[in-house]
């Protein structure tokens, strides 16, 4: 099975553009960002900014 | 590669993608401010206008922008980055849930998710086979109802071996969809009067995409986009074997060999698994075991919140009518029954079981 195959410009949405292999790459990344930003509210240091919807 | 290269290359990519990043949160926070003023004016003049979530301005504004004046080549790489968003806001929302409660919901909500499933399955399968679809055409509709929207027919496009006409079908089909969803489901559960958690459980199990999922709940309320979301993770952690059992189906019938064994198998498996699912996992387990005190998750939600808010301005940013248009119409209509029947289907299993969870 291969999950890696390129894939086409798309109908609809810029996103399907982007490979199996390119949005697993965004997974792990996204997932690295959000492991800082926790460490950095654990050790105090995010300043937190309220959404602007209460 | 030496120093300054490394710092102009970095350079390069922020000035790359920034024009669109900041289109994405001008879009988002006119969303807010629209919702926002909205409500200071119905208020002001005592009139009583509807209350519409930034949510919905947010990407309508963006529909608007990109079927419209359009999105420049400047801006679309930024704009492109809104499933990142969309990641980190649901890697930090899991400080909002105490372990317990989302292995509760998760198995309560993975039995919905079976019987959804084979229902989806049967029916697109079936209205694909009357409607003279492809049988590959039909399957990449099912997975992506099924599961996990795009993501899920992009993993069964390579394991079935579908062509890239049949792939850009089924995914122009359940994008449109999940939009049809994201204003209609919030319309129909007000009207049906239910509850944060029944319609965060509908949202869930029914929407396909994970964007439009999200934004789905959010068009709600808050605690519904929570269980929409911990909901829908359960959703995407099955994209590996569902999408395994679909290319097992097609191997001998044009699709591409499976690898044999269980351990090259399990790796496919985990390589399609959706990796944000254990980042949402982990921060619960941070927060279940007090890690994060009650500020650090007022923190990481607020920013949660942002990264959501980046993401559905780009939904809308991202959703070009033209090209959809050229999709064709049978495709579109294969997945609309499926989404009616999926839709009706939850519908009723959420309103006979969510009394078995608070």
């Known amino acids: 099975v291969s999950a890696n195959q390129p894939d086409s410009p798309t109908p609809g949405a810029e996103k399907p553009t982007a490979g199996l292999g390119a949005r697993l790459g965004a997974d792990w990344a996204a997932v690295i960002v959000a492991a800082i930003l926790v460490v950095l509210a654990v050790a105090g240091l995010l300043p937190s900014i309220p959404f602007l919807v209460k | 590669v030496t120093a300054p290269a490394v710092t102009r290359s970095a350079g390069t990519a922020v000035l790359r993608y920034l024009p669109g990043l900041l289109l994405l949160l001008a879009v988002g926070v006119i969303g807010t401010y629209a919702q926002t003023g909205l409500r200071t004016v119905g208020k002001a003049t005592g009139t009583a206008l509807p209350d519409i979530e930034y949510v919905l301005w947010a990407i309508v504004l963006g529909l608007v922008i990109r079927n419209t004046v359009g999105v420049p080549g400047v801006f679309r790489p930024g704009v492109a980055t809104y499933e990142f968003w969309l990641r980190i806001g649901i890697v930090l929302l899991g400080a909002r849930f105490l372990l317990g409660d989302l292995a509760k919901l998760g198995a309560f909500s993975l039995v919905l998710i079976l019987i959804d499933m084979a229902v989806a399955t049967t029916v697109i399968l079936l209205v694909g086979k009357a409607f003279g679809l492809g049988g590959k055409l039909s399957t990449l509709l099912a997975v992506g109802t099924s599961i996990c929207g795009v993501s899920a027919i992009i993993a069964g496009k390579g394991a079935i071996d579908a062509d890239d006409e049949d792939s850009g079908y089924a995914i122009a089909a359940i994008l449109a969809l999940g939009a049809v969803a994201l204003f209609s489901f919030p319309a129909i559960g007000h009207a049906l009067q ?42 995407n952690a099955l994209i590996g074997v569902v999408v395994l059992g679909y290319a097992l189906y097609w191997a001998n ?15 496919f498996v985990w390589r399609t698994f959706p990796k944000f699912v254990l980042g949402f996992i982990a921060v619960s ?24 808010l980046l993401c559905f301005a780009g939904v809308g940013l991202n959703f070009d009518l033209r090209e959809l248009a050229r999709s064709g119409i049978r495709p579109l209509v294969v997945a609309a029954l499926g989404l009616v029947v ?12 969510s009394g078995w969870i608070s």
């Open chain 2, 285 to 308: 387990a941070l927060a279940t075991v007090g890690v994060l005190h009650k500020p650090d998750v007022t923190s990481l939600g607020n920013l949660s919140k942002w990264a959501f």
């Open chain 2, 253 to 267: 019938r044009g699709g591409v060999a499976v690898a044999a064994g269980v351990r090259a198998r399990a790796g």
């Open chain 2, 194 to 235: 239910l509850t944060d958690t029944q319609f965060g459980l509908w949202a869930g199990l029914a929407v396909d995409n994970t964007a439009e999922t999200t934004a789905t709940g959010a068009a709600y309320s808050q605690q519904a986009q929570q269980v929409a979301v911990a909901v829908k993770n359960t959703r």
């Open chain 2, 342 to 353: 999926v839709a009706a289907c939850s519908l009723g299993l959420v309103l006979l079981t």
